[in-house]
């Protein structure tokens, strides 16, 4: 399927909001204390989703196991964007296949579109990015880029018993709008338009 990739996101002045899913133990010591703590295990791969209903979508609005809680995190505009100076698509859609193989080997930041999704879980006709991350470049963003950790799970329960009757309303959602990603290296290489 064809559809624009494009950064959608609740942004603001200098920090854009992204979105995980985690087991309690790990959301409750990162809200508590606006970090990740001893309970996360940085040497696994983490991907952050910038698109609230696709986070909606992949863990089941929360219900799936070890992703029952919905974490925001708001990092700096200029974190987010030295990310995706570094990602290498996680598939080979812009480069030959050994420049790609040798790119993606070398990286520790990944991107990945996949459909962005509607309340209803329906495929949209845009792409919702996903960006990996592990090793050196987990531990920059979660140290140094990240500003403030709001634990979105109370609201999450609530709206998705409103989505189960029919009354949830796109109003009633994070804000999201186009993010400006100007770079044209980054939109070359993570395929954007």
Same mark, same amino acid.
């Given at each position: 399927? &064809?559809?624009?990739?494009?950064?959608?996101?609740?942004?603001?002045?200098?920090? !854009?909001?992204?979105?995980?899913?985690?087991? %309690?133990?790990?959301? #409750? *010591?990162?809200?508590? @204390?606006?970090? =990740?703590?001893?309970?996360? $295990?940085? +040497?696994?791969?983490?991907? !952050?989703?910038? +698109?609230? @209903?696709?986070?909606?979508?992949?863990?089941?609005?929360g219900?799936? &196991?070890? /992703? #029952?809680?919905?974490?925001? @995190?708001?990092?700096k505009?200029?974190?987010?964007? $030295?990310?995706?100076? %570094?990602?290498? @698509?996680?598939?080979?859609?812009?480069?030959?296949? %050994?420049?790609? #193989?040798?790119?993606?080997?070398?990286? #520790?930041?990944?991107?990945?579109?996949?459909?962005d999704?509607?309340?209803?879980?329906?495929?949209? /006709?845009?792409?919702?990015? /996903? !960006?990996?991350?592990?090793g %050196?470049?987990?531990?920059?963003?979660? /140290?140094?880029?990240?500003?403030?950790? *709001?634990?979105?799970?109370?609201?999450?329960?609530?709206? $998705?018993?409103?989505?189960?009757?029919?009354?949830?309303?796109?109003?009633?959602?994070p +804000?999201?709008?186009? =993010?400006?990603?100007e770079?044209?290296k980054?939109?070359?290489?993570?395929?954007?338009?």
């Open positions: 399927m &064809k559809y624009t990739k494009e950064v959608f996101a609740e942004y603001h002045k200098n920090t !854009i909001r992204v979105y995980q899913a985690y087991c %309690q133990e790990i959301a #409750e *010591e990162a809200v508590r @204390l606006q970090k =990740f703590g001893e309970y996360y $295990n940085f +040497s696994r791969m983490t991907w !952050i989703k910038p +698109s609230f @209903l696709w986070m909606m979508y992949r863990s089941a609005w219900t799936k &196991k070890n /992703q #029952e809680f919905i974490l925001a @995190l708001e990092i505009q200029e974190s987010f964007l $030295n990310l995706l100076s %570094q990602a290498v @698509l996680t598939a080979p859609e812009t480069l030959p296949g %050994q420049d790609w #193989e040798k790119q993606f080997s070398e990286t #520790e930041v990944y991107c990945q579109w996949d459909p999704r509607s309340i209803t879980g329906t495929a949209l /006709q845009r792409g919702a990015i /996903q !960006i990996g991350i592990k %050196q470049a987990i531990k920059e963003i979660f /140290q140094n880029g990240i500003v403030r950790i *709001e634990d979105m799970t109370p609201q999450v329960r609530k709206w $998705n018993q409103l989505r189960k009757n029919n009354r949830l309303k796109a109003k009633d959602l +804000s999201e709008k186009l =993010f400006p990603v770079d044209k980054i939109r070359k290489n993570l395929n954007m338009g």
